[in-house]
Nanobody, 125 residues
Framework: QLQLVESGGGLVQAGGSLRLSCAAS????????VGWFRQAPGKEREGVSC?????????YYTDSVKGRFTISRDNAKNTVYLQMNNLKPEDTAVYYC?????????????????WGQGTQVTVSS
């Protein structure tokens, strides 16, 4: 059974940085479509960034994070990261990691069956 554990969230001032980690067990992430999603209070879950399986490695970013966030893999650690720079108060949300074995390209929550528990990111102004 695929299990995902996020870490790295916290409280940071605007302009600061955080790196989220998504560690997997029960499956090798290098052959999975992996995504980061976030949900702020009162808002729907939003796709932040996704990366296709390692053989392809294509990435997707929602417009609001382009140039600030970077998704990456460390296959040796079976972990996917989300480096978040120049954070803004509107980035405040619970961030979730999701993974789905196979080749997908649409960064949509409906594709994913395995989710982590979420990690809180709070950006103060």
């Amino acid at each position: 059974q695929l299990q995902l554990v996020e870490s790295g969230g916290g409280l940071v001032q605007a302009g600061g940085s955080l790196r989220l980690s998504c560690a997997a067990s029960g499956f090798t992430l290098d052959s999975a479509f992996v995504g980061w999603f976030r949900q702020a209070p009162g808002k729907e879950r939003e796709g932040v960034s996704c990366v296709t399986a390692t053989t392809d490695g294509a990435t997707y970013y929602t417009d609001s994070v382009k140039g600030r966030f970077t998704i990456s893999r460390d296959n040796a650690k079976n972990t996917v990261y989300l480096q978040m720079n120049n954070l803004k108060p509107e980035d405040t949300a619970v961030y979730y990691c999701a993974a789905e074995p196979g080749r997908y390209r649409l960064c949509m929550a409906d594709i994913f069956n395995s989710w982590g528990q979420g990690t809180q990111v709070t950006v103060s102004s």
